[in-house]
């Protein structure tokens, strides 16, 4: 392969000279979450999350529209346009959302998600607080919060530690 006449003027970089920093496993999978979340057809909030075994990635989910329905891309937004605000009135929403969406990925492919770690993009909302309570998933990592007062209260009842991470793309804040 012919290199460009900008490529043949840099003089390679040796090993020591690199700065390699490799992801800690909560960037890792995060940042997995987040692409997931790039696929989400939700009009009003991209939300992505994966279930995790020891340090295997078992299910993906990201909210949107289920199989064969059409999108809210196409159809709009009830919501919206009722003014409903967030965390309030799931149930007109043709949406399901991202972690209900990987464990059902896992259900359907008869993977075993007892014991799984979870990481998504989002705080679950009550509904899915209750599934991964009930599908044995051992810790929740997030990133945003959501506005549900009832969710953290479940998940500290249930022994489910519910970790904030700072987000692996935006600097923390001092």
Not at 13 to 42: D, G, H, Q
Request: charged share 25%; glycine share 8%; net charge neutral.
């Amino acid at each position: 392969m012919k290199k460009s006449a900008s490529q043949a003027d840099e003089s390679p970089i040796s090993l020591e000279e690199r700065k390699y920093e490799r992801p800690s496993w909560n960037e890792y999978f995060m940042e997995i979450a987040l692409l997931v979340s790039s696929r989400s057809t939700c009009l009003r909030r991209k939300v992505g999350a994966i279930l995790v075994k020891e340090k295997h990635i078992l299910a993906t989910g990201y909210n949107g529209a289920p199989k064969g329905l059409t999108h809210c891309l196409e159809t709009g937004c009830l919501r919206d346009e009722l003014g409903v605000p967030a965390g309030q009135r799931h149930e007109i929403c043709r949406g399901l959302h991202a972690e209900q969406n990987a464990i059902i990925q896992a259900a359907a492919h008869g993977v075993n998600i007892n014991g799984a770690d979870l990481y998504s993009t989002t705080m679950p909302c009550i509904i899915c607080a209750k599934m991964i309570i009930n599908a044995g998933i051992q810790r929740v990592f997030h990133l945003e919060g959501y506005p549900d007062e009832l969710t953290e209260s479940f998940f500290r009842e249930a022994g489910i530690p519910l970790i904030n991470l700072p987000h692996p793309r935006k600097p923390e804040e001092k």
